[in-house]
Structures are given as structure tokens and as C-alpha cells.
């Protein structure tokens, strides 16, 4: 099991930039595939971005492509989401999430392991 504990979330304006972070407790996060998915009100839980336990491969939805970028350091247990050129749409509260599998990155309920979920809020 790993636990997930997210922070770094704001109210920012359009256009501004935003790094979340993702801080994992227990000794096996290294042989997690990671993911950010976000959630706004009224909507399901979407995909944002997903890495490898390496860190090797990256997937991001097409919404946020070109704008945000997922990491991790594996030697300090974290995961990390870059988020550039944030619009009123980026507006959600974003998870991140941890699953033992490789493969596909983008279905949530492949994924045990969850945050509590940071609040992105971007204004026009």
C-alpha cells in the first residue's frame, strides 16, 4: 500500500503557472504507476496525466498536452504535476493516483490508491 498526500494547489489567474505535488509514504513507490486525474464540479474524474514507475513514459489527455508536465523522483517518494498556461477550464480539484500495473494510464478505476485532492482554481 502507499499513501498519497497532495498539496499546492491556489487560485491563480489565466495564464499563470502552478506545480502540484504529490508526497507518498511506504517503501515500494518506486514500483508504482502514477497518475493525476481532476475533477470539477458536477463532472466525473479525469484523466490529466500518467507516468511509469521509471518515469521512462509519459501520457497526458489532450486537453492538457503541451501545458502541463508530470515527474517523479522516486528517491524522495514524490510525484509532481507542472501546470503552464493554466485556463478557467484547469478550474478542479486534482487527485493523484497510484496504481501496482503498468499499461494503460487513463481509466480510474484501475487505480487503488488515491490522494485526498488538492483545489485549482483559475480565474478569468
Known amino acids: 500500500q502507499v499513501q498519497l498526500v497532495e498539496s499546492g494547489g491556489g487560485l491563480v489567474q489565466a495564464g499563470d503557472s502552478l506545480r502540484l505535488s504529490c508526497a507518498a509514504s511506504?517503501?515500494?513507490?518506486?514500483?508504482?504507476?502514477m497518475a493525476w486525474f481532476r475533477q470539477a464540479p458536477g463532472k466525473e474524474r479525469d484523466f490529466v496525466a500518467g507516468?511509469?514507475?521509471?518515469?521512462?513514459?509519459?501520457y497526458y489527455a489532450h486537453a492538457v498536452k503541451g501545458r502541463f508536465t508530470i515527474s517523479r523522483d522516486n528517491a524522495v517518494k514524490s510525484l509532481y504535476l507542472q501546470m503552464n498556461n493554466l485556463t478557467p477550464e484547469d478550474t478542479a480539484v486534482y487527485f493523484c493516483?497510484?496504481?501496482?500495473?503498468?499499461?494503460?494510464?487513463?481509466?480510474?478505476?484501475?487505480?487503488?490508491?488515491w490522494g485526498q485532492g488538492t483545489q485549482v482554481t483559475v480565474s478569468s
Open positions: 493516483a497510484a496504481k501496482f500495473s503498468s499499461g494503460t494510464y487513463d481509466r480510474p478505476g484501475d487505480y487503488r490508491n
Open positions: 511506504g517503501r515500494t513507490f518506486v514500483w508504482y504507476t
Open positions: 507516468i511509469s514507475a521509471s518515469g521512462g513514459s509519459t
